[in-house]
């Protein structure tokens, strides 16, 4: 039956039942009624809330169905199931059977950088809808890096004014921008809530800031002027580690995101952290030497600790990449994302979940999906299994799986769902869907489920185009690796990692 993802079990029956033509179904939920046609009471499709040990129970007999679930959220996994089982047409005989389900991991998600390049309320709209269909729970929303930032902050106000707004993208000349007021934000939030998405939103730190130092040049070492990057790549124009004021516009920045984005997870970044100015600077250095540290790596720490402890008054659990854990002293309480894909970095992860801390996986071969499918093709995605990664005993450590859509090359909302479709729903499948892969019985079922991305007028990747043959993936991987190359800043940082900064240099 082409259910994606995969239920943890179904029982088939004998024969079929058929839905009246007007499609109507018993339930007092809006979201639900108007995926199907509309409520009525009498329907003889019913959801209902109730004590059951899954997630959801659904029963399709030759008289009707029953929707069983102790929670709302059960209740519109059922629904999904439901919508996916009619393949698109109210009058087709569904068969007769109970599906019992629950999911694997508790977090499933994908990322939009909306930083690089701007997305529109719409578009993110969209993207929740058509997730939800997929039984993700978590859209990680990237709403700051050096290209721009994208929210309104009503106490520092040149964050969306200066910061939202750079001149050109790799020398186009062309000005891009854009930001979310609180009204659209709390539009996106409560759409996506009542689809069952919690929106996790990430203030990268304290690398990927150079568009709030453009805005707020005093928040860097340097103190000096400084344009909101137009070329990508690694910048070193980051905030400073031992201003006092840095720590008091990020308060400020917290406590109005905090009630931005009621969910419970904040995504605090702490990935490619530049640390060259740190290593020229008075102020870092008193840090430095006050804290009794050891390298750079630890005054990151000392940052990120601070900050962590500053996000937990507004009750947020933090999220962290997993350069994060490079200090050694990473507060215990923090979820580390991992998506590094060198041997040092896995070590680090795989001890980390083995003494407790909680993993997201998210590794960016193959789970990056700026990537083409020539470099990361959909058979990678799929045959990804997050515990021949992180060892058998990581099971309970690992809080999910997510596949981040980076936006340096994706410009238009056409070249977003072509990247993020279909090869996302391998990722739903992995997160949901009980352990064990059958490739072919996959590829099945996603043909039958496409039919909900059509009707949403989602552009996707064509299935025989996700999993291009050698010469093709060849040439698309070298095609990208150039246009990555040609759109760096030739300026910018990317080098730094040789460099061996270990300590400040004054
Ligand atoms: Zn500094």
């Known amino acids: 039956m082409n259910i994606l993802p995969k239920p943890f079990r179904i029982d088939i029956g004998e024969g079929g039942f058929s839905f009246r033509a007007d499609g109507k179904v018993a339930t007092d939920m809006p979201v639900i009624a108007a995926m199907f046609g509309g409520a009525d009471a009498a329907s003889r499709v019913r959801f209902r809330k109730g004590d059951t040990e899954w997630d959801y129970e659904l029963k399709i007999t030759k008289q009707g169905v029953t929707?069983?679930?102790?929670?709302?959220?059960?209740?519109?996994?059922?629904?999904?199931?439901?919508?996916?089982?009619?393949?698109?047409?109210?009058?087709t005989d569904l068969p007769v059977c109970t599906v019992y389900d629950k999911p694997r991991f508790g977090y499933r998600a994908g990322m939009i950088d909306v930083s690089r390049h701007f997305f529109g309320v719409d578009v993110i709209k969209k993207m929740i809808d058509t997730m939800a269909l997929f039984k993700f729970n978590h859209l990680h929303f990237h709403v700051s890096d050096d290209q721009g930032f994208r929210l309104r902050i009503d106490a520092l106000p040149k964050l969306h004014q200066i910061g939202s707004e750079r001149k050109g993208t790799c020398g186009d000349g062309e000005p891009h921008g854009g930001y979310y007021t609180k009204a659209q934000i709390k539009e996106i939030v409560d759409y996506a809530a009542e689809r069952?998405?919690?929106?996790?939103?990430?203030?990268?730190?304290?690398?990927?800031?150079?568009?709030?130092?453009?805005?707020?040049?005093?928040?860097?070492?340097?103190?000096?002027?400084?344009?909101?990057?137009?070329?990508?790549?690694?910048?070193?124009?980051?905030?400073?580690?031992?201003?006092?004021?840095?720590?008091?516009?990020?308060?400020?920045?917290?406590?109005?995101?905090?009630?931005?984005?009621?969910?419970?997870?904040?995504?605090?970044?702490?990935?490619?952290?530049?640390?060259?100015?740190?290593?020229?600077?008075?102020?870092?250095?008193?840090?430095?030497?006050?804290?009794?540290?050891?390298?750079?790596?630890?005054?990151?720490?000392?940052?990120?600790?601070?900050?962590?402890?500053?996000?937990?008054?507004?009750?947020?659990?933090?999220?962290?990449?997993?350069?994060?854990?490079?200090?050694?002293?990473?507060?215990?309480?923090?979820?580390?994302?991992?998506?590094?894909?060198?041997?040092?970095?896995?070590?680090?992860v795989k001890k980390a979940v083995q003494e407790g801390r909680k993993v997201i996986m998210s590794r960016c071969a193959p789970y990056y999906l700026d990537y083409p499918c020539g470099v990361h093709s959909l058979k990678a995605m799929y045959e990804l299994e997050p515990l021949e990664e992180l060892g058998k005993e990581s099971e309970k450590g690992i809080m999910g799986v997510e596949c981040p859509l980076w936006t340096e090359h994706v410009a238009d909302a056409e070249t977003l769902f072509r990247r993020f479709y279909p090869r996302a729903l391998a990722v739903a499948e992995t997160g949901w869907s009980a352990p064990g892969k059958d490739r072919a019985d996959f590829m099945e079922r996603l043909k039958g489920v496409l039919f909900l991305l059509d009707r949403k007028g989602v552009v996707y990747t064509p299935l025989d185009e996700c999993d291009p043959g050698k010469i093709k993936s060849a040439l698309q991987a070298a095609a990208f690796g150039m246009k990555m190359q040609r759109r760096c800043d030739p300026t910018s940082a990317r080098n730094w990692r040789s460099m061996r900064l270990r300590e400040p240099r004054v």
């Open 196 to 348: 069952f998405i919690e929106i996790v939103p990430e203030l990268d730190l304290p690398g990927h800031t150079r568009a709030i130092v453009a805005a707020y040049p005093e928040l860097s070492c340097s103190g000096k002027a400084t344009e909101v990057a137009s070329w990508f790549g690694i910048h070193s124009k980051i905030l400073c580690t031992g201003k006092e004021r840095v720590y008091e516009a990020l308060d400020k920045i917290f406590a109005e995101m905090a009630e931005m984005f009621p969910g419970k997870l904040f995504h605090l970044g702490g990935d490619e952290v530049a640390k060259l100015e740190w290593a020229k600077c008075p102020d870092c250095a008193a840090t430095y030497r006050r804290e009794g540290l050891k390298n750079l790596e630890e005054l990151q720490g000392y940052f990120t600790n601070r900050v962590i402890n500053m996000l937990k008054k507004y009750g947020k659990t933090p999220i962290l990449w997993n350069e994060a854990l490079n200090s050694g002293t990473l507060d215990k309480s923090a979820v580390v994302q991992y998506w590094t894909t060198d041997r040092p970095s896995a070590e680090k």
């Open 67 to 91: 929707a069983l679930a102790a929670t709302e959220e059960g209740l519109f996994h059922a629904a999904v199931t439901l919508l996916q089982l009619t393949g698109g047409s109210l009058e």
